[in-house]
């Protein structure tokens, strides 16, 4: 069994104090101060108080069921009755796509909100994205580091440092 | 968050530039701190699988405090001949600071929670793109392979 260093039992404190703070923080702070322009708000609160966010700058996420086109407009259904309206210079969504949108709900008058900026999710790319990242980070810690586990930490591994 | 890729490049060219003639080892440590801080997501994934997400968790690790804590706990994991546990500490914490302001370009974290002065929840960010866009890696490339050049220019200036 080794002996834990004085820094390992001084960081595994550090990280379980933080741990304490995270959780306390957690019951006594449960809201957040927003900052931005756009409230980020869920669409399904968005249609249960449309008049809250009548006219406000809204930061949503939703599923296109289906797209039409009105003139030089995009319409996407999202819900049953609940549209996002592309303007053409931003380009329109596919149906299917999950996108995150910026824009002013209209959802009491019109059952809109028209769409400032999108932006296509695609968590399953971005998954496969992050795993050459992984896998580099993985092979170049292992060129670099070795465990010890008599002293339990990484130590260099001989012959390779510069 | 651009992904594990674009931290892992950016913070190869902030290791290349500012330890230009330090050994492999201390280099590394930087790029350890720049993806550091995102070790919460496997466990952010496992407990949203078990419905039982903590958004918190991401946040909190997305902080300055956060950093510094991570950092910390990290530098006590190594025992490096040559290094003293403040340079290691330094050296991570370097990297893990090019992680936010990378995280802070992108604006969708200011409304669900770039939370730099964490365990106050203010959202901070630069707001100036979205986050996960393809291209992210693309530019961290590019981004190395300037420092590799300014390395290469500060080398011939230097004479070293």
Redesign the interface.
């Known amino acids: 069994m080794p002996r834990i260093r004085p820094e390992l039992k001084r960081g595994i404190a550090l990280l379980g104090l933080f741990i304490i703070l995270m959780v306390s923080s957690d019951l006594l702070f449960p809201y957040s101060i927003q900052k931005s322009q756009y409230i980020a708000v869920s669409i399904e609160d968005i249609k249960a108080n449309p008049s809250l966010f009548e006219g406000e700058s809204v930061s949503t996420t939703a599923t296109i069921i289906s797209v039409s086109s009105s003139g030089s407009n995009f319409i996407a259904q999202i819900e049953e009755d609940a549209y996002l309206t592309f303007q053409s210079p931003i380009g329109s969504p596919q149906e299917g796509d999950r996108v995150y949108v910026r824009g002013i709900s209209w959802i009491q008058t019109n059952d809109t909100i028209i769409v400032h900026e999108f932006y296509v999710l695609d968590y399953s790319s971005s998954i496969i994205r992050s795993i050459p990242g992984i896998i580099l980070f993985i092979a170049l810690f292992l060129w670099v580091f070795d465990f010890d586990f008599k002293t339990f930490a990484f130590i260099e591994r001989r012959g390779k440092s510069a | 968050m651009p992904?594990?890729?674009?931290?892992?490049l950016v913070g190869a060219s902030i290791a290349i530039v500012y330890r230009r003639n330090g050994?492999?080892?201390e280099q590394?440590l930087i790029?350890?701190g720049a993806?550091l801080i995102d070790i919460e997501r496997p466990f952010s994934w496992l407990l949203a699988g078990t419905s039982l997400e903590?958004i918190?968790?991401g946040q909190?690790f997305h902080s300055i405090?956060?950093a510094v804590?991570?950092a910390?706990?990290?530098?006590?994991?190594?025992?490096?001949?040559g290094l003293d546990?403040n340079s290691v500490f330094k050296l991570i914490l370097i990297g893990c600071i090019s992680h936010l302001l990378l995280d802070m370009v992108m604006?969708?974290w200011?409304?669900?929670?770039l939370?730099l002065l964490?365990?106050?929840?203010?959202?901070?960010?630069f707001?100036l793109l979205?986050?996960?866009?393809?291209w992210y890696?693309i530019l961290g490339v590019t981004l190395l392979l300037l420092s590799l050049f300014m390395s290469h220019l500060l080398k011939i200036y230097h004479g070293s």
């Open positions: 992904d594990v890729l674009t931290h892992l050994p492999r080892i590394m790029i350890l993806v903590w918190s968790l909190a405090l956060g804590v991570l910390y706990f990290a530098a006590a994991c190594f025992q490096i001949n546990f604006y969708p200011a409304e669900y929670g939370y964490y365990p106050l929840q203010l959202a901070l960010s707001n979205w986050p996960d866009l393809w890696p």
